[in-house]
């Protein structure tokens, strides 16, 4: 028997409570666009080996000038601005599905990096950030004698 395979997400039941509390402070009491939020939320990776992080971060059609990214207190913080295309007085626009407009993600990395070997590259859509491990936090082998 074949068994689907779910995509974890361990952030889901935050953003469901955080959907239910942002219902209370709708349109009803405070008005439109009360709480300011992103516009979308790139899709990111977060991934480590022994030597460093590796983070990749989905941002298709963007350019690299339009992208901000910062590391403060083990904390990585990517924010940018998708820009949509210019409105056209004679298109008809019959599905609208792409995002657009600013964006924000931080993540907190486990373990002391070396703020001095962060290394970012942009490529087809893709920001690919190295982050290199603290001398402190290398993970070293003992012998028992």
Do not use: C
């Amino acid at each position: 028997m074949k068994k689907d395979v779910q995509r974890f997400s361990p952030f889901s039941e935050l953003f469901d409570l955080r959907k239910e509390i942002d219902s209370l402070f709708d349109d009803r009491f405070f008005g439109k666009n009360f709480i300011s939020e992103p516009s979308w939320i790139p899709s990111m990776d977060v991934v480590e080996n022994e030597k460093e992080f590796l983070v990749t971060v989905e941002l298709p059609g963007m350019k690299k000038e339009d992208i901000n990214v910062s590391m403060e207190n083990n904390i990585l913080t990517i924010e940018g601005e998708r820009k949509s295309e210019k409105e056209e007085k004679n298109k008809t626009f019959h599905r609208i599905e792409r995002a657009y407009g600013k964006f924000y993600r931080s993540v907190v990395l486990p373990k002391k990096v070396d703020e001095n070997n962060i290394k970012a590259t942009f490529k087809d859509g893709l920001l690919n950030i190295t982050i290199g491990k603290s001398e402190k936090e290398k993970s070293k082998t003992i012998e028992i004698s």
